[in-house]
């Protein structure tokens, strides 16, 4: 039939990005190559297809990403970023939005606050459809963003150390970027204070766990820093906010360190390190669109 | 001039489609053969067009069925969805609005509260202009695309029996579908509660009315469900909300009934029918899609 | 580098069009010139091309304008209308928007509410940024689609008596036309009340102040007319809200007179004067796409 079953990871990416465990090395050989090849050159191979981008969930920056990933390669999209306004309040189900807006498509793109809402989604779908951030679970396609900065800033993967820092206890970023890293032979090191370090189910032996940047900043290859998302912590918790790079860190690091962040930023990385090379943030950002750009041609480029 | 004189139902629909009172046989002839003509093949006739969305009330899928024609045949789109907080704010009328936007538009699409509204726009519009929905006025595509979906899926409409159940009373929806029907040698069943009975103004002999759908679920050929809109229910009323269809009435319908609805929908159809190749309610989208092609081909195509 | 140094307006205007005072007349014969070859003919110069709407304060008019420019020549819209629900709420600066957002486009628009905003967006943006109104201070587009209106509905600008009426003080529409206009041999008239007249910074000799439209009607070639922003007046001012054009006015005008106004209105212009010819400000609206696309054009055009 035209809908999936899901069982469990047993989807073929191409047909929905759900996590990160879909991907294998040569898949994101794969991506990464054809990112690289979209990245130059004006062809537009989507020309005549559309993309609704179903944001149940506000992310200016992700569905913008979209947007322009589609339109950059001939398509249009299909904007739904208000859903509390939309036909749901009339009670619709999820499935039934599915279906429905299916219709004007050839590939979806879905946000959603309800961690289920991603399986629920695909178990309908005729056509495509990518995750884009389902709740605390996952948020595939910045995971192989964040991967892909570090492959075309490096040039490999391999053999780097690779430093993680901030909130590692509730960024669903962290944990699938760590998840998508343990396929490489990379060192780990986490930085965080006690409270919001990483669930040790991500924990393996060989990993490096510190409460400051101190010890590891000038073994440091990637150093990827993520915010503290003040809005998930107790108001009761106090937390020591030095969690931020220092001139003195950059000062200490790497001449060729990579600074990574998935932003947005709120002082974790001062913005007077911006004109230092190394700051990789905002070209984060753009290897970001080459990565969507091959997801979205590999997933409905093909009639 | 530019302007039309709203004289009732005077107005040509390739100039402003108002209401389904203004298509012949012969017009619903041309529509559909152009529909089922776009649905197939990608020509984009209308490259460097532009249409207007305008939404003065929320309405995902409808909006969305023209964004997604208007762009499938190369055009954009101008998304206005939320005028509550666009200039209309600051004191302007709706025809100035109108005006304005026009300059920007090969075409309007408008949704409004208020049943005038159409009129009032049509009167000052110099570009085509469709009305996708005047408060408890018309709403021409949807019946035009419920029509085209009987059509597609029976092959023909003359010689039906064809059974409209639900809250026949507020429904424009159902009222628009019946004024379309009379033009066919049908036969109408309404099927609802004494308090949401079809109004007598739409009544013609011939017509049965009933309490429920047993009686007339084996001679069925088109079945077509719609939401109570509990919303526009007395606090009071109490209303049997049996009217859902069920497996059991599946097993009793004709092997080539078309059951439809036309969305959302909050319980009348359970998912579990969803399955049968006689549920019709997502294909009917995908119709939709196709008939508001045509009609944008046929008002904005010719240059 | 990549990014500008904000030296006053030594910017060009092809990187950044923040200000009326950045134009010459040399520069607004080149944007005409291009705007009145662009209304003519469909060529599509910007296909592939795309643009970011960013608007801090809601003007459907003006992103509606820039959003039809940019399709009509081929090229996508990112709109980005509820920067409320943004990341911004995540306590995001500006300056990292929009460094965030140039990633996804070959240009910006933006709107904002403060009057730095303008300032600080250029200092970061590596594409070109077009300022569409920063609070209190500009709104250079719209100055020049006025002056391009002046333009082709006369021919010329030089040798015009230009009156100017309304809120004068208050509206920085008023504010950049008068700049605009010095560059040229005008007559000057402005008609207010002395609670709403033209700040004294703005007034040259030989202009003329009025608080009444009689005196000059007679003489005046283009009538500009501006909204009286009653949300800005004090609660106890009382304003005599005479400032409206009468039947009686445009009878003793001349027969060439160009009557003018932004939009939207709230009564100055009673919509009766709407079929007289010489109402100009529909037509206005139609300029203003033209100029906006010769913008676009000539900033974003070459690769």
Redesign the interface.
């Known amino acids: 039939m035209d809908s999936y079953y899901m069982n469990d990871l047993d989807i073929p990416w191409r047909r929905a990005v759900v996590s990160v465990d879909q991907f294998s090395r040569a898949d994101i050989d794969e991506i990464f190559g054809l990112a690289a090849r979209l990245s130059v050159g004006?062809t537009?191979p989507l020309t005549?297809k559309?993309l609704?981008n179903l944001f149940y969930e506000?992310?200016?920056?992700t569905s913008?990403?979209f947007?322009?990933a589609m339109?950059?390669l001939?398509g249009?999209v299909?904007?739904?970023?208000?859903?509390n306004?939309?036909?749901?309040t009339?009670?619709?189900?999820l499935?039934?939005t599915i279906?429905?807006?299916e219709?004007?498509?050839d590939a979806l793109v879905l946000r959603h606050y309800d961690e289920d809402a991603t399986e629920r989604a695909v178990s309908v779908a005729s056509v495509p459809l990518i995750n884009a951030g389902n709740g605390a679970g996952e948020h595939p396609t910045q995971a192989l963003l964040d991967l892909y900065t570090i492959s075309k800033e490096r040039g490999h993967i391999d053999g780097l150390t690779i430093t993680l820092m901030g909130d590692l206890k509730h960024g669903r970023t962290v944990h699938s970027l760590v998840k998508l890293l343990r396929m490489y032979d990379v060192k780990l090191n986490f930085v965080s204070p006690q409270e919001l370090s990483l669930p040790s189910s991500y924990l393996m032996s060989g990993d490096s766990e510190y409460l400051d940047l101190d010890p590891v900043i000038e073994d440091t290859d990637i150093l990827y820093v993520t915010?503290v998302q003040r809005e998930r912590l107790a108001d009761t918790m106090v937390i020591d906010f030095s969690y931020a790079v220092t001139r003195d860190d950059m000062d200490r690091a790497k001449e060729n360190l990579v600074l990574m962040h998935p932003?947005?930023?709120?002082g974790e990385i001062p913005?007077e390190l911006?004109s230092d090379p190394r700051a990789a943030y905002?070209r984060q950002?753009?290897y970001?669109?080459h990565v969507r750009m091959a997801l979205l041609v590999s997933m409905i480029g093909r009639d």
């Open positions: 004006r537009m005549g559309s609704v506000p992310s200016t920056r913008s990403s947007y322009a339109t950059r001939g249009s299909i904007p739904i970023n208000e859903v306004y939309s036909s749901v009339k009670g619709e189900s499935e039934d279906r429905t807006l219709c004007y498509a915010r932003l947005p930023r709120v913005p911006d905002f950002m753009k970001g669109l």
